[in-house]
């Protein structure tokens, strides 16, 4: 079957196609996402009325893309993205969807956005994943560590008090004058890094708790807090910028790596699923990895391509797929989903 699915649920306005192949494999054949990054980065961070605004205007394109560059296929479902997410950015990708559903005859499901970004583990995965299952979904809104039993089965073991760690990496980047999004500038600038001279140390917050949670604010106000007491001169070194956003990534990193191993262990699961746009940082895969194989763990780490890692339709699509069941009349945006919620 052929699942067109849409996303809109915060800065992104994506749509793509994707095939599901009686063996349970899931070929993309469309992955369109048309960014608004450039038009939010003067703000810093994401202007929700904006979005929407420009959710309205690409959304005809970029589904008209989407199908033309898988070939114009027939389509058996459609899949839009119901929560959790911007309120008005939801409800124009779902008002969308309807109305494409029924000029085109077709059946539609809401999607959680978060088994969304889990399940996109799945799709360029030729090994299916392995169950009890333990998720990191970290993105610029969440950040949760999730027990998975199996497809839909999922529970939220601990998540952020505060910030996400997305977004403690957008904030952060603000601080230091470096644009939005943070995570991969932040990350760009740390790999510049030749030589730790200043000796940086912020605060791991929570690292050391027996609880699952996370806390990031802390993090953002210690960085501020330095930035404030330097010079003029050391602000703008390029010596003090590396070195503050090598900091900035190594303790997010030492706090998710921590948090989450510990939870697989006391779970005793298989496998790690890695999710959300910060899942598509180079030393936070590395790191996880290395960590696991230090510690001796028997844990299969699965990590999504990183254009799969940040927000896009194909994993809507896939989502689709194993929601198709679902018999929905009314579609209502929810801002704040939960997935072990209901719809
Ligand atoms: O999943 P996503 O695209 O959207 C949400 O659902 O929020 O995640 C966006 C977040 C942003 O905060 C962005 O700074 C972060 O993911 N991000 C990264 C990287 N790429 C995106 N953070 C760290 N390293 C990256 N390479
Ligand atoms: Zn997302």
């Known amino acids: 079957m052929r699942i067109l699915g ?17 063996n349970r ?25 904006l979005a929407k605004r420009e959710h309205q205007k690409n959304l005809p394109f970029v589904v008209k893309k989407a199908l033309s560059k898988a070939k114009n296929p027939k389509i058996d479902l459609i899949a839009v993205t119901s929560g959790p997410g911007l309120e008005p950015c939801l409800w124009t990708g779902i008002n969308f969807a309807k109305d494409l559903a029924e000029k085109m005859k077709l059946p539609v499901v809401p999607i959680n956005h978060i088994e969304a970004h889990i399940l996109a583990n799945i799709i360029d995965k030729k090994s299916k994943l392995h169950f009890p299952a333990l998720c990191l979904v970290v993105s610029g809104g969440h950040t949760q560590i999730i027990l998975m039993k199996g497809i839909s089965q999922y529970k939220i073991l601990g998540e952020t008090r505060d910030d996400a760690a997305g977004e403690c990496f957008d904030k952060t980047a603000r601080i230091l004058g470096l644009g939005y999004p943070g995570g991969p500038i932040i990350s760009k600038t740390a790999k510049k890094l030749k030589k730790r001279e200043m000796k940086i140390i912020l605060p791991r917050p929570m690292i050391h708790q027996k609880n699952y949670d996370f806390s990031f604010s802390g993090l953002k106000t210690a960085v501020l807090y330095d930035f404030k007491k330097r010079s003029l001169k050391t602000k703008k070194s390029q010596q003090y910028i590396q070195e503050m956003c090598a900091e900035i990534q190594q303790t997010i990193i030492d706090v998710l790596i921590k948090k989450t191993l510990k939870a697989a262990r006391d779970y005793k699961v298989k496998s790690v699923i ?4 910060v899942a598509a940082n180079n ?8 960590a696991i ?18 927000d896009n339709a194909a994993m809507v699509a896939a989502a689709g797929f194993f929601n198709q069941q679902k018999h929905w009349k009314e ?9 072990d919620g209901k719809l």
Not at 26 to 47: E, P, R, T
Not at 283 to 290: I, P, Y
Not at 331 to 339: D, E, T, V, Y
Request: hydrophobic letters at 40%.
């Open 331 to 339: 579609i209502k945006a929810n801002a704040n989903l939960k997935i």
């Open 293 to 310: 194989k230090n510690q001796h763990l028997k844990i299969i780490i699965s990590l999504p391509a990183k254009n799969l890692c940040t």
């Open 25 to 49: 494999d899931f070929k993309i054949l469309s992955n369109v996402v048309s960014s608004q990054v450039k038009l939010h980065a003067k703000y810093g961070g994401v202007f929700p009325s």
């Open 274 to 277: 890695l999710s959300g746009g």
């Open 283 to 290: 030393e936070l895969r590395k790191q996880f990895q290395s």
């Open 6 to 22: 849409i996303e809109t649920s915060c800065d992104d306005t994506c749509a793509a196609v994707v095939e599901i192949k009686r």
